[in-house]
């Protein structure tokens, strides 16, 4: 039989491959994924409740609308970086995770003047690239015009420290990717490699002691997560606060793998779609021993976290001398205003995260403790290029580089409060790769509370 056959067989049975699924009575699959996933988040004063009604119906149009502009769907980063920590260069086997970019001319022109917009022609220009590239390439092509403007952005940068370990920009491996066209969706990268990854950052940056077991720890003794909850209880609450975040993380691209998930590939048609099986294996409280409510609120804590971060930072872009430059005077003047509105309304949430309880007490303490959360983090946007998936690795660049500019925006607040209405913001910076990687970010967290709604309402209604 051909590979190609073969593959096609496979992704077929995929469902066929998974552990059965329990089965009860009309909505019992949904209470075992959402039981749990209800009331207060642990640490905050928020609910879930408030955060879906305040996410799916206000914020999630608008902030879907501000990243499929010009500014906001370039993203530079260098996905030829060699893995820091250990010598495995064997990069994802399956077909679509290979990187293939796409030929120039079947790349949409990415900025023109102010009459161009993506027509019709070149937006099916973009889907006939996206149908013949693999599921897990990148597709690094620009235009001539977007090359020209990108130079034209970095003169309107600011640079500062970050919370991350930050591409080069000016290497010449360093590319820009239109986002739009590498969305984050379903692979084929599983198996021993992306739990190495996983395992890595939960197992030596997460502050979790050796002889502490981590629930559902492959090939370890498993107590029920008694030991390690235990644990996780009695730290102080940056650290708890520091797993949370990575956990949420870790739930909210599992999301998004089971919402774009492949669920035909022929020669005809690629088909894309929710994999109700794939979202149970990872978040079923049977199947997952009670882990997968406890990923899922974790998910609300990154949430709020990172919209904590966008009303604090509104200052920065408040300044009238601020600009999203693409060389579009009358477009980048509307993008801000709606950027604008999206941080007025990320204010305007009435039961925001208190983190003034962060690092507060003894001041050399605190410091010091900042500075371990900083350089574990840090430690774990490194890790990223150890990635093997190559679409893979650049959500997961930008979505950790994303959460350490939130990191750094929360422990700036002196700072930012220092900033003059006009002139340049010498204390407090943000770069254009941290503002893409922020709001991209965030837009993830957004997407994924979103799709649960989607997949309450369609195990709700399983037999």
Same mark, same amino acid.
């Given at each position: 039989m051909a590979a190609g056959a073969g593959l096609l067989r496979a992704l077929g049975l995929a469902? @066929? =491959?998974?552990?059965?699924?329990? +089965?009860?009575?009309?909505?019992?699959?949904?209470?075992?994924?959402?039981?749990?996933?209800?009331?207060?988040?642990?640490d905050c004063t928020c609910d879930v409740e408030t955060i879906d009604a305040f996410n799916n119906y206000k914020?999630?149009?608008?902030?879907?609308? @501000? =990243?499929?502009?010009?500014?906001? +769907?370039?993203?530079?980063?260098?996905l030829k970086k060699p893995c820091p920590f250990w010598n495995d260069n064997s990069h994802c086997g399956i077909r679509d995770c290979a990187v293939k970019p796409c030929p120039t001319d079947e790349?949409?022109?990415g900025i023109r003047?102010?009459?161009?917009?993506?027509?019709?022609?070149?937006?099916?220009?973009?889907?006939?690239?996206e149908e013949a590239n693999r599921l897990g390439a990148v597709d690094e092509s620009l235009s001539k015009e977007t090359q020209r403007a990108m130079l034209q952005w970095t003169r309107h940068d600011d640079s500062s420290d970050s919370?991350?370990?930050?591409?080069?920009?000016?290497?010449?491996?360093a590319e820009y990717v239109d986002l739009l066209l590498n969305p984050e969706r379903y692979t084929g990268y599983k198996g021993p490699d992306a739990w190495k990854i996983w395992n890595s950052i939960y197992e030596e940056n997460c502050f979790k002691p050796q002889n502490v077991k981590r629930p559902l720890a492959s090939g370890r003794g498993d107590d029920g997560g008694h030991m390690f909850y235990k644990w996780l209880k009695g730290v102080c609450i940056e650290k708890r606060a520091f797993y949370k975040l990575i956990s949420g993380l870790h739930a909210s691209i599992n999301i998004h793998l089971s919402a774009r998930y492949l669920l035909q590939d022929t020669w005809s048609e690629k088909k894309w779609g929710p994999n109700v099986t794939e979202f149970q294996q990872r978040f079923d409280e049977v199947l997952t021993r009670g882990e997968g409510p406890r990923r899922l609120k974790n998910l609300y804590f990154l949430y709020l976290i990172e919209l904590r971060a966008l009303s604090k930072v509104l200052p920065f872009f408040d300044r009238p001398g601020f600009q999203l430059y693409t060389g579009n005077k009358s477009h980048d003047a509307e993008i801000k205003n709606l950027l604008l509105e999206i941080l007025h309304l990320a204010k305007s949430f009435p039961l925001h995260f208190d983190e003034n309880s962060f690092f507060a007490g003894n001041k050399k303490e605190a410091a010091k403790l900042k500075e371990e959360f900083r350089l574990h983090f840090k430690n774990i946007t490194r890790i990223m290029d150890c990635v093997g998936c190559f679409k893979c690795r650049l959500w997961g660049k930008l979505q950790t580089q994303g959460l350490g500019t939130v990191l750094k925006i929360l422990?700036?607040?002196?700072?930012?409060?220092?900033?003059?209405e006009s002139g340049p913001s010498y204390g407090f910076q943000l770069t254009r790769q941290e503002i893409v990687?922020?709001?991209n970010a965030f837009g993830r967290v957004s997407t994924s509370v979103r799709e649960l709604e989607n997949f309450r309402n369609i195990l709700r209604n399983m037999q």
């Open positions: 469902a @066929l =491959l998974l552990p059965a699924v329990p +089965r009860g009575p009309p909505g019992g699959a949904e209470r075992r994924c959402f039981c749990q996933v209800t009331g207060h988040i642990d914020l999630f149009p608008r902030l879907n609308e @501000l =990243l499929e502009s010009d500014y906001f +769907r370039y993203y530079k980063v260098n790349v949409p022109n003047s102010a009459s161009y917009k993506y027509s019709e022609e070149a937006s099916n220009h973009a889907e006939e690239c919370f991350c370990e930050a591409d080069d920009i000016h290497s010449p491996d422990f700036s607040e002196n700072l930012i409060g220092k900033i003059p990687a922020l709001f």
